[in-house]
C-alpha cells in the first residue's frame, strides 16, 4: 500500500503489531486481543505526532 500511495502522490504510513511468533501456527495461541490492543495505543500517538 505504501508504494500505491507513493505513486498516487499521497503520504501514508504503515502500523503492524504481531500477534503470534512466526513458528505458531496454531491460531487459538495467537494473541490478537493484545496485538489489537497495541494498535489502538500506538495509532493515537502516531497521529498526535504526525500533527505537529
Known amino acids: ?3 500505491a ?3 498516487a502522490g499521497v ?3 504503515e502500523v503492524r503489531v ?3 511468533e512466526v513458528d505458531e501456527l ?3 495461541q495467537w ?3 493484545e496485538a489489537l ?3 489502538a495505543e500506538a ?10
Do not use: G, K, T
Not at 495509532?43 to 505537529?52: C, F, G, H, N
Open 43 to 52: 495509532v493515537p500517538r502516531l497521529l498526535a505526532e504526525l500533527r505537529r
Open 26 to 28: 496454531d491460531r487459538a
Open 5 to 7: 500511495a507513493a505513486l
Open 11 to 13: 503520504p501514508a504510513v
Open 18 to 20: 504481531v500477534s503470534n
Open 37 to 39: 490492543a497495541a494498535l
Open 1 to 3: 500500500m505504501l508504494r
Open 31 to 33: 494473541q490478537f486481543d
